[in-house]
């Protein structure tokens, strides 16, 4: 199977849990950067426009002309809802699209969407406001997380997350993104233990695995960058209830926060490869395997459990003459 993971140049982990999987016969990814880290890393990498300009789609046609693949997997926040699009539009493709249903997306790439799903079935969540609905309060119990709207944003130029501690904060917010207001939104100030439930479906929603993550610190990109596994996390309720209203499959993850009485609020819902993933399988759940199983129709159930395990990253520099990445002209 060769498979394809559009914008995939930050995932050094995705690509090669892939490329270990049996029966992966290549893993090709794409990038706008010509020194992204995957490209030193996959099988074949190409350059591409980013996945906003009209000249992706092009550029998707001629990365499988010169490089045929079987599936691509969407695993950028970016690339979602443009992957999501062609699900349900007139052009076909003659590769098969491992994602969640357009549907699914609709609800996951908008934090409104997320919000309103959560409270219409009685999920614990964290308050939300549009940043327009938020200035026009007047009154405010600080602090507040402003982050944006569309999942299309993330890892863009355009994205901003901040904690909003003052009105001096607001101040710049409110400035910064003038005329744009309708793109970013404000939470509820989330305290207590940040965990990830990495959680994986069959195509049906049912959930046949949930491993707990507690991320105590991020990184540059946002993702995990220190963590331990948890165990009794009392998350898998949550996690099945969301699983089966929103018909996830594969690889998901749904974000909480713990406070100190054990009461979990729903920060975020991914519905993809999360940053979590490698940990969850170097602790011993193989979740990019179980995904190739899927995508071949296996019937298969998950009966691993975690192994006690704690993680750490930092970076160490790479030399070359020159970048792996392909050009498509």
Request: glycine share 6%; with cysteine.
């Amino acid at each position: 199977m060769r498979l394809f993971l559009p914008g995939a140049g930050n995932k050094i982990n995705h690509i090669r849990n892939f490329m270990e999987v049996p029966g992966v016969s290549r893993v090709i990814i794409s990038d706008v950067y010509p020194w992204s880290y995957g490209a030193f890393v996959a099988d074949a990498a190409y350059q591409t426009p980013p996945f906003s300009a009209p000249e992706f789609l092009d550029a998707l046609d001629g990365i499988y002309r010169r490089d045929p693949f079987d599936v691509c997997i969407p695993i950028h926040d970016a690339s979602l809802r443009l992957f999501s699009d062609l699900q349900t539009g007139t052009r076909r493709y003659p590769f098969i699209l491992a994602m969640n249903p357009p549907e699914t997306v609709d609800v996951i790439a908008d934090k409104v969407r997320t919000y309103e799903f959560c409270v219409s079935h009685d999920l614990p969540t964290l308050r939300l406001w549009t940043l327009h609905d938020f200035l026009a309060l007047g009154q405010y119990a600080y602090p507040y997380y402003l982050k944006p709207r569309h999942i299309n944003l993330r890892g863009t130029s355009r994205a901003l997350f901040m904690a909003i501690e003052d009105a001096h904060d607001l101040t710049y917010a409110t400035e910064k993104l003038r005329g744009r207001e309708a793109d970013f939104v404000v939470q509820e100030h989330a305290t207590g233990a940040a965990i990830n439930a990495d959680f994986f479906c069959d195509r049906e929603g049912t959930v046949k695995s949930v491993v707990a993550v507690k991320r105590l610190a991020m990184g540059a990109s946002r993702g995990i960058s220190r963590g331990e596994i948890l165990f009794d996390s009392g998350l898998r309720p949550y996690v099945e209830r969301i699983a089966a209203h929103l018909k996830l499959w594969g690889a998901n993850q749904v974000q909480f926060y713990v406070d100190g009485d054990g009461q979990p609020k729903i920060l975020e819902i991914n519905g993809r490869f999360s940053g979590s993933s490698a940990f969850v399988k170097a602790a011993g759940v193989n979740y990019f395997e179980y995904f190739i199983k899927l995508l071949r129709g296996e019937h298969f159930d998950i009966l691993e459990e975690p192994a006690p395990l704690n993680m750490t990253s930092w970076e160490s520099p790479h030399f070359y003459a020159e970048s792996a990445l392909q050009a498509l002209t």
